[in-house]
């Protein structure tokens, strides 16, 4: 359930109650910054419905929530939640990547990741939790602590944890910052309190010890994007990234996991990242 959302205290106390579909809708249509005359206009109905619905005089159908979930783009988990509040059954499915129902789809993502090779790539769900990843993202991964690569496997942690990348990272200040903006984002987009304990946490990792070049670097962006300088044992990565998600996918899972692809900013770059997996044998036929 979102962070913020209404609840209802049960009559001993112990336990809130599910807040009624109305708080929900109400919740999601002030987290858009929507007024009811807004979302009259957005859905195609009067503000008096809106109003009817939001304080329970009304129950909506079905089709209704639906409708107006789409018009405030609410995330498919929270649509089920709707869904559920007012009484119907979740439309939308939710199945692990390894199930066969997924066995498409994670097909899919397995091409992605291996076809970026020799850059790396990696998978992850709503958390910023690994779920995949191809074999130009282990060598990335020297000198991590252990127990940040202990499942699951964070990949925000990882990277500005003191024991992860931090030290390794040289523009770690103008990194972070580029972290956690993407982070309030998605909070401000869904209100997920899990990620809102997690920026907490990062905000909360020291500067590196080892003395980022990149102190003076927040807020200032010379390149075309903002780049991820890597110092490691084998040379300087410059890297900058982008973002692949499945635009069709009606499956909750699905829906929230994001591929993270890496490309090299120079030919440096590119070339010490093709040495790098020259050295890892590939997988036998079959797997990976």
């Known amino acids: 359930m979102p962070d913020g959302t209404p609840q209802t205290a ?15 809708l ?9 007024s009811q005359l807004d979302l009259a206009c957005e859905a195609d109905i009067s503000t008096r419905h809106v109003s009817f619905l939001e304080t ?16 405030l783009d609410v995330p498919l988990r929270e649509r089920n939640a709707l869904l559920v509040a007012a009484g119907y059954a979740p439309v939308y499915s939710e199945h692990r990547l ?34 995949a990843a191809n074999r130009a993202v282990a060598p990335l991964l020297e000198g991590v602590s252990a127990e940040l690569l202990a499942g699951p496997v964070n990949v925000l942690r990882l990277s500005l944890h ?10 770690w200040s103008q990194w972070r910052e580029h972290v956690l903006s993407r982070l309030t984002r998605q909070i ?19 500067a590196p010890a080892s003395g980022s070049e990149g ?16 110092h490691m044992s084998f040379g300087l990565l410059n890297l900058f990234s982008t973002t692949t998600v499945f635009g069709t996918a009606v499956d909750v899972t ?34 990976g």
Do not use: C
């Open 10 to 24: 049960t009559r001993n106390g112990r336990a809130p109650a599910p807040p009624p579909v109305g708080a929900l």
């Open 26 to 34: 109400r919740f999601w249509r002030q987290r858009r910054g929507l």
């Open 56 to 71: 329970g005089r009304s129950q909506p159908s079905r089709g209704m929530l639906i409708h107006l979930a789409e018009r």
């Open 98 to 131: 390894d199930s066969p129902a997924m066995q498409a789809a994670r097909k899919a993502v397995e091409l992605v990741l291996t076809g970026h090779e020799p850059f790396p790539a990696l998978a992850v769900d709503r958390h910023w939790h690994l779920l």
């Open 162 to 171: 003191p024991d992860g990348l931090a030290g390794r990272i040289g523009n």
């Open 188 to 206: 401000e987009a869904g209100a997920d309190p899990v990620l809102i304990a997690l920026r907490s946490e990062l905000q909360g990792y020291p």
């Open 215 to 230: 102190g003076s670097e927040a807020g200032h962006h010379p390149d075309v994007v903002v780049p991820l300088r890597l």
């Open 254 to 287: 699905l829906s929230e996991l994001a591929i993270e692809a890496f490309f090299p900013a120079d030919a440096e770059t590119a070339e010490r990242l093709r040495m790098q997996l020259a050295e890892i044998p590939s997988p036998p036929r079959g797997e």
